[in-house]
């Protein structure tokens, strides 16, 4: 590549830098520009940001709070397919046979025996699973709203001891 360099004039890396630069340059302007037009976007997204971490640092608790919500979804998850694994054992199983040197042996593996019934079940399961999930997921959107409305229209005084159980407790009552 080198010698291929020597034999062209010497203005050829000159070009190719002056072009690069130029392309900068106009990717430059262009953010600048992309800036000056999303300039009250990003402050207003900035201010938000500023008021929710004032809301954290009052309300401490608040940090725990994904915690709770993974804990919920957790129980959720291990109370239906509890649930669902229970209502699988009920079902009919059939044993499965394998020949094996010329005889025929039963019972080395087994099936359950779908029905209409024992699927419409399954589905019921997953479907009370995903529905008990989106409770959880709606809500911890409601008690962080409601954590922020309470803290914004009190002026932004100190929140309660523990805004996420106030939240809850207003949410399901």
Do not use: H
């Amino acid at each position: 590549f080198s010698a291929f360099l020597a034999e062209q004039s010497v203005d050829f890396p000159v070009k190719v830098e002056l072009g690069v630069g130029l392309v900068f340059l106009v990717a430059g302007f262009g953010v600048l520009a992309w800036y000056f037009a999303l300039r009250r976007s990003i402050a207003a997204a900035a201010d938000c940001t500023r008021e929710a971490c004032k809301i954290v640092l009052r309300a401490p608790t608040l940090m725990l709070f994904p915690l709770i919500e993974v804990l919920a979804q957790v129980a959720v998850l291990a109370a239906t397919s509890w649930c669902l694994l229970s209502f699988l054992s009920a079902a009919d199983v059939k044993p499965g046979s394998m020949e094996i040197f010329g005889e025929r042996v039963l019972g080395l593996y087994r099936s359950i025996d779908w029905t209409w019934g024992l699927a419409a079940g399954v589905l019921c399961y997953v479907f009370a699973c995903m529905w008990y999930l989106e409770m959880i997921a709606s809500l911890r959107s409601f008690v962080l709203a409601y954590t922020a409305a309470s803290w914004y229209f009190e002026g932004g005084r100190s929140l309660s001891v523990a805004p996420v159980l106030t939240g809850n407790f207003v949410g399901f009552f």
